[in-house]
C-alpha cells in the first residue's frame, strides 16, 4: 500500500487550474476546466469519468500533448517545474523520461513498421547513455520484465505480430525504457479482455513497486479503480466533482454522480433487482448545462444548484466534493 | 472524445458558405440554371437566326451587331453559341443519365451479392478501363456511323461500368454495417435491402460523379462533333462551331474562341455544382 | 426471483452440435500446392436450450464464438455442422412463409448503436417498416402503433419524426430495442446490447430489458463479455470458451459456485468493485491460443492451473454437475469442498 496524501509529503506532480479550451467551429469548448490535483511519490491516482468527461484531454493536456487550436492554460508542476512554461529540450527530457505515457489502442502508438527492438533502443538512446550492446541486453531485459515469453527472440518481431494483450505489454517496455518516475495510462486496459486486464493491472502495479512510479490512471470502469487505484478523482463535464481515497469515496460517496456510478454498476446479490441509473445522458461539451453542470440529471438538485457552480471544497482530510447537497448524499450512503 | 476531435480538414472551395449552402453549390448552380435556360429556349436570347447567312458580312470580327462576330457563311457566332446549348446539354443529360441508372442498379446488385457476379464485373471493369475511354467511343461511332444518337449508344455502353463500380464499392462498405444486418434479421427480401436501405447511403458518390460526368459528355460531345462524327453540321454545336473556325484561326479566332470558352463555363458549372453537392451531403451526415 | 431451474415442456431454441468455421483466403501458392485451406474455428460444437421466459446469458472473452453464436440464432450465419431448432423445427430447413414466421419471432439487436440503424430513415420509417412488412397492423394504424413503441422503450413521442444522428447511444439503442419489438417477437437476441454506452446509461437500458422482459413475456438471449452485467441479468448462464460452451448454468450455482477453471479465472479475473477485497496475483496466465490452430484435448489445458495429462488428449464433456448445472472439466469434483488440486502441474514457463 502506497502513502497515501499526508500534507507532510510534496506531491510528485501538482495540477493547478489547468484549462483547456478547443476552438471549433462552433465557438470555444472547455473540455477541461480549472481541473486541480496531486499526485503524491508512489500513488496510483484514478481519474474516472464517462465519454465527454474531459479525463483523457487532462491527461494530454499535463504532458503539452494538446494541438492548436487549443489553448491549455493552468500549472503542471512536475518536481516543481512547471512542464507547461518549459523550454522545448527541458520537454523532451521530461516527456517519455521522467514522464512516460502509455495509451488505450497500443497498435496505433507504436509504429507498425519498426521492430519491437528499434523502438525500445529508440527510446533507451534518447533517455540512457548506454551503448548498442548494452541497449540491446536492456531491451531483452526490460520485454521480460512485462512478461513476454522469448523475450530475446520476440524483440525482432513487429508490432502486429503480437496480440493485443502483448502489444500492450510491449508499449509498457518501452515506456519503462526510459526509467520514469511518473505514468500516464491513458484507459490501457479498455480495448483487452478481462483476463488479460487482470494481467496488464497486476503488472502496472507490480512495475509501480519496483520503479517506486507514481501512476495516473484514467478510466471509466469503477472496478478497474477499485482494484488498481490508491486515490480517485471523479470528473464530470471538464471538471472534478469528488477526490479523495478510493475505499472512501467507495464506502460513502458526498456527490450525487458518484453515487449514481456507483450504483449504476451491477454487484452480486441482487440479481434482476432495478439499477440505481442516472437519468439522461452525459452532456456534450459544447452544451455544458447553467449553474452544477449535472442538475439536470441530479435527484438531489435543488433551485440553488441550477442558478450557481459549487466549487470544489475539502470536506475531510485529502477529501474534496463539488457539491451544494453533500452532505444530504452522503447520508444516503453507498448504494446497493 | 469524438465531440472535440478538430472538424476534417476540407478543400478551401467547400469552407465559403452562403446562408448555410456551400458557395460552390450555388456559383455551379447558377451557371447550370442560366444553361438549361438557353437551352430550352435559345431563341428569346439569340439575337439573330443561327442558320441565317448574312453574305455581307463574312468573317466579320465582333462588334455591337455582332457581339462574337460571325462565321464564314456570316452567321452570328453568338446566336450559334446560344443555340449550340440546347445541343450540348442535351448530350449532357442524355449520354449519361442512362449510364447512371444502368450503372447504379448493376452496381448495386453485384456489390451486395460479390462472389461470382463480382468477379464477372471485375473483368469487364479491367476491360473497359484498359482503353482510352474517347478511343472506344470513337472505335464504336465508327461501326455505328456518325450522329448523336450512336453517340448516345457508344458512351452509353462504356459510361454505365464507370457509376456501377462506384456504387458497388460503396455498397460494399455499407452491407457490412450492422444495420445491414437489421433488416435481414427482420426478414427484409434482399431487393428491399438493396434498393430501400443500402443504395440511399451509397449513391452520394455515383450522384456527385454524374455531375463530372456530364461535363465530360459535353467534352465528348464536342470533340466527336469536331471530328465530324457527332452533330452534324449546319447543326449549332460547340465542337462542330470550333471546327468550322479551324481554318481561320490566325485571320477570325472568334468562331473557335467562343464556342471553346462557352464549353469551359459549362463543364466549370458542373463540376462546381459536383463539389457543392459532395459537400452538402457530407455535412448532412 | 421465480424457479427458472426446472423447465417444463420443451426448450423454445436449441441448439445441437453447432460448428461454424470461416475459410480464411488462401494464398495462390497455397492452393496450387495444394494445401487445404485454414479456417478459424469459431464454434466448435455447441449444444445448449433457451427455455420460454427465461434469460440465457452468454459470457465469454472476444473469440469465444459468442457473437457468432447469436448470429446462428437468428439465422444471420449458417453453420457448418449441427442445427438450430425453434420450437423442434430446424430453422435451416424453413421456408417460405415458416421462414417470414421464424425472422418474425426472433428478433436480434445489435451492439454498435451507430451502426445499425439506417442514417437515412426516420425513426417513424424504420419502426413503419418492420410493422407494414411483417402486416403487424393495418396502414392506417401504423401511426398509433409507432406511438405505443416509442412509449414502451420510453422514448418521447416527437422522436418519430427524427434521424438516428440526433439521438444519444443510449437512445438509438431503446430505438433497436423498439424496432425488435415492432414485431411482436416471442425472443430477443442481444449481442452486447450496452457495451458500447457510458455506465449511467448502460443501467437504464438494463433496466428496461428487465421491465420489459416482464411485460412482455420476452425469452432473452443475452450475449456480453461483461459478467458483472450477464449475472445481474440472467436466470442461467453459459460460459463459452473457444467456441465451446464449457459451464452452463444457474446463475446463482454458476457465480458462488463455478465448476470450471476457466470460469473461476473469468471470475477472478473481473475486478472487484470493493476496493477492499482486491489481491495482486494475476488470475491467470498466458492468452487466448489461435482459434486457426485449436489445442488437442481439452481446449483450456494451455491455461489452466490443474492440467494433467488427461486433459492433453480428449476433450472433456459438457458433464452433470447437479442441479442442473453443467461443466466441461475431467475434475468432477472442481469446485467442490472435496476438490484437491493435486494434479497442480509444474508452473509453465
Redesign the interface.
Known sequence: MSALATPAETPALSVQSLTTV?Q??KGP?R?VDAVSFDVMPGEVLGLVG???SGK??TLRSLMGLI?A?AQVSGRVLWQGADILAMPKKALRRVRGGEVAMIFQEPMTALNPVLKVRVQIEENLAAHSQLDARQRRARAIELLDLVGI?AAERRLEDYPHQF?G??RQRVMIAIALASNPKLLLADEPTTAL???????I???I??LRDEFAMSVVFVT?????????CDRMAVMYAGRIVESGT??EI?ARPHHPYTR?????????G???T??????G??P???VIPQGCAFHP?CAYAVEHCVAKRPALERIGLGRMVACFREAEVAAAGAPV | MRAIEAPPQRSWRSRFKVAGLPATLIVGGLVLFASLVLAVVPSLFAPYDPAAMDYNSILAAPSLAHPFGTDSFGRDVLSRVIHAYTIDMQIAVFATTGPLIVGVIVGALVGYAGGLAESIFGRIVDAVISFPQLVLVIAIVAVLGPGLTNMYIAVGVIDWVFFARLVSGEVKVQKRLDYADAGRAMGYTPMRIIFRHLLPNAITPAIVYWMTDMALAILLGSSLGYLGLGAQPPAAEWGVQIADGKNFMATAWWISVFPGIAIVVTGLGFSLFGDGLAELMRTKK | MSAMTNHPGAPLISVEALEKRFAMRQTIVGRIAGRLPLAVHALNGVDLAVHRGETLGIVGESGCGKSTLARCLVRLLEPNEGRVRFEGRDIGELRGGERRAFNRRVQMIFQDPYSSLNPRMTVRQILGEALSVHRMRPKAEIPVRIAELLDLVRLPQDAAGRYPHEFSGGQRQRIGIARALAVEPDVLVADELVSALDVSVQAQVVNLLLQLQDELQLTIVFVAHDLRLVRHISHRVAVMYLGKVIEIGPTEALFSAPRHPYTMALLDAAPELDPGRRTRRAATRGELPSPVDLPGGCLFNTRCPHVFERCQVERPLLAERGGDHRAACHLADFGTPAFEPSFTAAEPA
Open positions: 478547443f471549433t467551429p469548448v473540455a464517462e465519454s465527454g483523457s484531454v494541438h487550436p515469453p496480440s494483450g502483448m479482455d478481462v483476463t488479460i486486464q487482470d494481467q493491472l497486476k503488472l502495479l507490480d471509466h470502469d469503477l472496478g478497474v479503480v477499485a482494484g488498481t478510493v475505499a467507495f449514481g456510478l456507483l450504483g449504476s454498476v451491477p454487484r452480486g441482487a440479481e434482476r432495478m439499477l440505481t441509473s442516472i437519468e445522458t452525459p456534450s461539451l459544447a440529471r
